[in-house]
C-alpha cells in the first residue's frame, strides 16, 4: 500500500497516526518553547509535553521499539497502546494536561492541547466504526518490519 492508497484507505487510524506524528513535533517544539517560563504550572506542563513527545515517538513509530534498547517495563507500557481506544484514551489524557495550563492563564501550550485531541478523535471515530489499527509501513508499520529483517 502507497501512502497516498493508506490516505484512501478511509481508515481513521492512518489519519490518527499521521496527526499523532505531527503532534509529536508540535509537543517538542512547544514544550522546549515553554521550558523557560516563569510560571512554575506551565514548566511542569512543558516537561509534561515532551515527555508527551517522548510517548508518541514509541506509540506511533513501533519500529523504534525494536531498535533503541529500552526497559522491558517500558517496551511493556507502551504495547498497551495497540487498539484504536486506548490510543485515543492516552492522546486524550495528553490533551488534558495540556489544557491545564489554562489555569495559571493562557500560554502557547494550547496548541499542543487542542492538536492532541485530533488523533484523539480519528482513534475513537476508527472505534466507533470497529476499524481495525491499521499502521502505516512508512513508520514502521509491517511492510518496513518485513524489509529490514
Known amino acids: 500500500m502507497t501512502f497516498a492508497e493508506e490516505f484512501r484507505s478511509r481508515n481513521f487510524s492512518i489519519y490518527g497516526q499521521w ?41 506511533e513509530v513501533p519500529f523504534l521499539l525494536r531498535i533503541c534498547p529500552t526497559s522491558p517495563k517500558f517496551d511493556e507500557f507502551i504495547r498497551r497502546f495497540t487498539t484504536n481506544w486506548m490510543r485515543a484514551a492516552i492522546y486524550t489524557v495528553m490533551s488534558v494536561l495540556q489544557w491545564l495550563s489554562l489555569i495559571s ?11 492532541l485531541l485530533i488523533p484523539a478523535i480519528c482513534y475513537a471515530l476508527a472505534g466507533l466504526k470497529s476499524q481495525d489499527f491499521v499502521g502505516s509501513k512508512a513508520l514502521g508499520g509491517q511492510g518496513l518490519a518485513q524489509m529490514i529483517v
Open 19 to 59: 496527526s499523532g506524528v505531527i503532534c509529536i513535533i508540535l509537543c517538542l517544539a512547544f514544550g522546549i518553547a515553554n521550558i523557560i517560563t516563569l510560571h512554575a504550572l506551565h514548566l511542569i506542563l512543558a516537561i509534561i509535553c515532551l515527555v508527551s513527545a517522548f510517548i508518541i515517538v514509541f506509540v
Open 105 to 115: 492563564g493562557p500560554c502557547s501550550l494550547l496548541v499542543p492541547a487542542i492538536v
